[in-house]
C-alpha cells in the first residue's frame, strides 16, 4: 500500500508536470493476480485495483490500517469493469459482471476476488473510506442503476449515468460511487464543472483505447492544471479543485466520493467562462 499525504492549495499551484503526476495520479492499479491500493489521507480514501488472471487474490489487511482485518472499521465499493467475475464475502458468493457494483459494509471479514474466464478477466476497482455505522453487503447490476442520460452531442458531453451507492441506491455510511459512459463523438466529462470542498472524488478512466488519452484538468477554478492518463488509470481530486476530462476518444469512468454528506447533487458549480 502506497501512503499519500494531502497538498495545499499553495503547494499545488506550485507544482510542476511530474509533481502533479505523483501527488495525484494513480497508475498500474491492474496487475494480474495482485492487490495494490493506495491510500490517501484526503479524507483517508484509499483507491484499489485488482485482476485476478491465475489465482484467486484476497482483500488483505495493512498495518498502516492498525485493524484486525482490511473493512473492520471501513466499508468498500467493488465495480468490476472487465470479464465476468465472483466476489465472496464471508462465505456469500456474488456474480459480478461488467459495470456491476458490489458494496461490502463495516465488519466484512473475509473477501476474495476470481475471475470466471482467465482469458477474459475480472478487472475491479475499489473505492474504501472509514465508516462508523454498518450498512448490509449488497450486489447491483447495471441495468438496477436507473440509468440518466444527460448532455448533448452538440457539446460533445452526451452521457449516460449509473449511481450504485448513494442515498436512494445502496446505502452506506459515507461512499457515494456510480459511473458514468460517454457516447461516440462525446469527449467531455463533468461539463460544465464544479467542487465540492465537503468531498473527496477520484475518478477511474476505463474503456478508453490503448492508443488514446486522457486530459484530466485540477486545481483551482481559476488556476487549472492538467494530467494526462491513460486507460485504467485514477485520478484524486482534493476538495477544493475542480474535476473534468477531455478524451482523444470517447471513454468511461467510475466516480466515488466520501466526507461530509452523501447528498449526490451537493456541489458549487461553476461556469464554463469562468475556468482559467
Known sequence: MEIRFEHSKKEVSRMTTEELREAFLVENLMQADKLTTVYSH????IVGGVKPVNAEVTLDNHPELRAEYFLE??????????????VVADGVTYNVEKMSCVYLGKGTKDVSFKSVDPA????YYLLSNPAHANYPNRLMTKEEAAPV???????SNKRTIYKYIHLEGIRSCQLVMGLTVLETGS???SIPPHTHTRRTEVYFYFDLPENQRLFHFMGEPQATKSIVLQNHDAAISPPWSVHFGCGTSNYAFIWGMAGENQVYTDMDPLAVVDIK
Do not use: K
Not at 484526503?42 to 480514501?45: A, G, V
Not at 477474459?120 to 478487472?123: G, I, K, L
Not at 442520460?149 to 457539446?155: V, Y
Open 149 to 155: 442520460q444527460l448532455g448533448d452531442i452538440t457539446t
Open 187 to 189: 469527449v467531455w466529462n
Open 73 to 86: 472499521r471501513r466499508e468498500i465499493g467493488i465495480i468490476n469493469v472487465g470479464g465476468s467475475g465472483v
Open 42 to 45: 484526503y479524507d483517508r480514501t
Open 120 to 123: 477474459n478477466s475480472a478487472v
